[in-house]
């Protein structure tokens, strides 16, 4: 068991590109969650997806963001024209159907200059 | 919106020490109470969990949960230098999403 993979690690954008952050969830999970993680906002929630339709996507920028989830096996969050405010550490998580534990993967350095 | 609030923001102990991190949550329909904890550069990683009020025990870890307080706490017994890390305490309303809180830094001293 490979864990939850989200590649790529690190992403340096400019100011005003897109970036386009995959996860890969555990293999059997259900559910999938997007964090950001910032030293001064600590663990940010995004959105999640059941069974690969979206539940709640509460957290998530609405004007420049957009999480998919086209098969069980991946999950892609997107940005478009990123901005400095959105370096971060994109973290997605999985669970199992009937679990509460929540699976990391070692996230994503995103890095707007 | 769930608020999840923890203190302290940082701790230094020494080696051996009692360490206490306290986590307080707005929402009273909160089911699930969860410590993950996050190593420098790495994932978090769930570290014990609660439903029920009372205390759970865990080899050197114990966690308290006071659901009319809106209020758990992890305490570490005998606390070590592995166990520096970044402390985070998730609550969940049920099988929802986990809102967490911003983590309390925790520094033991050999």
């Known amino acids: 068991n490979a864990g939850v993979i989200q590649t790529p690690r690190h992403k340096v954008t400019g100011k005003g590109q897109e970036a386009t952050l995959w996860c890969e969830p555990i293999s059997g999970h259900s559910a999938v969650f997007w964090y950001r993680q910032t030293i001064v906002q600590g663990l940010e929630f995004l959105t999640y997806?059941?069974?690969?339709?979206?539940?709640?996507d509460s957290g998530m920028p609405k004007e420049r963001f957009s999480a998919q989830m086209p098969n069980q096996s991946h999950s892609t969050l997107k940005i478009q024209s990123t901005q400095p405010q959105d370096s971060a550490v994109y973290l997605c998580?999985?669970?199992?159907?009937?679990?509460?534990?929540?699976?990391f993967g070692a996230g994503t350095r995103l890095s707007v200059l | 919106q769930q608020k999840v609030q923890q203190s302290p923001e940082s701790l230094i102990v020494p080696e051996g020490a009692m360490t206490s991190l306290n986590c307080t949550f707005s929402?009273?329909?909160?089911?699930?109470f969860a410590w993950y904890r996050q190593h420098s550069g790495k994932a978090p990683k769930a570290l014990m969990s609660i439903f029920s009020n009372g205390e759970k025990e865990e080899g050197r870890f114990t966690i308290h949960l006071n659901k009319a307080s809106l209020h758990f706490s992890l305490h570490i017994r005998d606390s070590q230098p592995s166990d520096s890390a970044l402390y985070l305490c998730a609550v969940s309303t049920g099988y929802q999403n986990f809102y967490f809180g911003k983590g309390t830094s925790l520094t033991v001293i050999p």
């Open positions: 929402d009273s329909a909160s089911q699930y």
């Open positions: 997806f059941r069974n690969q339709a979206p539940i709640d």
């Open positions: 998580a999985s669970s199992l159907p009937t679990g509460n534990t929540l699976y």
